[in-house]
Each structure stands twice: as C-alpha cells, then as structure tokens.
C-alpha cells in the first residue's frame, strides 16, 4: 500500500481496519465566508466484505435525501459511495456528532415506515426502474438494529 498522501480523505483511511457500521466525521471544509462544511462517512456494511445492492442503495439515496430535510435544513448533500458501503453526508455549520447520529435514527426510523420511494419516475430520476422500498427499508432496518456500533470506526 502507499505511504503517499492522497488528495480524497477516504483513500488515505486503512479499510481493513475499519469495522463497519459506523458514522464518523471524515473531513470538515471552510468557505470563503467561514461557513463550515462537515463530511460524514456512515458506512453501512464492511469494506470489501459485503455491499448494498443498487437498487436498494438507490432508493435509500432518494429516501435519506428527502426525507432527512425534514428534521434540519443544514443538510447539503448526502451521496452514495460508488463501492457501494454506505454514504457521504455533508452538513453546514453543523458540527454536532450526536445530533448528526440524532438525525440519521429520525430519517432512518421515518424510510420504515414510507410507503413509497420519492422522485421514483422517469421525469425527477435518472434511472427509475432500479429501486427497490423493500431493500431500502431492509438496509435502514439493519443499521439501526446496530445503532450501538456507530460511535466505533476500528475494530
């Protein structure tokens, strides 16, 4: 493995110790103007041991979005990784650990019970015909049931 620092925080972080599910803070940015951007990385299934299937990601993707600007409005942007192990969530001045855990069990808990996925159609997705409600909620379901491991980023 290099020993050269990498310009992305996620490639310079050993994945073979990490011991997921976690949240952890993964990088914070300053603007211009002092606005503050907080990366979280909340990895849901283990580094190159397991990963979500697309279109349960998918839908969860289009489910964390909206439905966790329902509890804040710091939300920027939350982004699947492409390794498909869970997500990015940026948040602005907004650096609070637990209240980020806070709204992730809130949106998480509000995916059980959606009875649909939103922007779910040809005109507002740029793939509609790969989601799946049922994987998101299986997805949102399991991470919660190990909401006791999400402070722990190392085995």
Sequence with gaps: ????????????????????????????????????????????????????????????????????????????????????TGFYIALINHDDYDDVLELLRKTLEDILVAEEVPACNEMQCGWAASHSLEGAQQVAREFLAKRDEWRSVFA
């Design 1 to 84: 493995m290099s020993e050269q620092q990498m310009n992305v925080e996620s490639f310079n972080l050993d994945h073979t110790k990490v011991k997921a599910p976690y949240v952890r803070l993964a990088g914070v940015k300053v603007g211009d103007n002092g606005d503050q951007i907080h990366k979280y990385d909340m990895r849901i299934c283990q580094p190159n041991q397991a990963h979500m299937e697309m279109p349960a990601l998918h839908s969860l993707e289009h489910l964390m979005a909206e439905l966790s600007r329902n509890h804040t409005n710091k939300v920027v942007d939350i982004s699947p990784m492409g390794c498909q």
